[in-house]
């Protein structure tokens, strides 16, 4: 059974950075698709970013392009999410997902695609 826990966030001022971690265990660490979702109150789960850990290709959506990125340290199991210039549109819950059978490369973004979930951790930027 994977399991992924979330680390980081909190919150900083628009233009600030933060650095979210998803530690990750229950499977070994390869060939994977890793991602991170947002979700803000009233608003569907939004794939921010996703990383084919096999071959580290990624995928970032529009909004977050030039500011976030993803990273995997297979040596620590562990996937990361560095956020830079950081905005007020950017607050919202954050989580990992883990899909360990992915179909397509570079990695889905539809959040029904991913079978295990992060706790979820909250990012706050404010103006």
């Known amino acids: 059974q994977v399991q992924l826990v979330e680390s980081g966030g909190g919150s900083v001022q628009a233009g600030g950075s933060l650095r979210l971690s998803c530690a990750s265990s229950?499977?070994?660490?390869?060939?994977?698709?890793m991602g991170w979702f947002r979700q803000a109150p009233g608003k569907e789960r939004e794939g921010v970013a996703t990383?084919?850990?096999?071959?580290?290709?990624?995928y970032y959506v529009d909004s977050v392009e030039g500011r976030f990125t993803i990273s995997q340290d297979n040596t620590k199991n562990t996937l990361y999410l560095q956020m830079n210039s950081l905005k007020p549109e950017d607050t919202a819950m954050y989580y990992c997902?883990?899909?360990?059978?992915?179909?397509?490369?570079?990695?889905?973004?539809?959040?029904?695609?991913?079978?295990?979930w992060g706790q979820g951790k909250q990012v706050t930027v404010s103006s």
């Open positions: 997902a883990a899909d360990p059978s992915p179909t397509v490369v570079p990695c889905a973004r539809n959040a029904y695609v991913y079978a295990y």
């Open positions: 229950g499977h070994t660490y390869s060939a994977y698709c």
């Open positions: 990383i084919y850990t096999g071959g580290g290709i990624t």
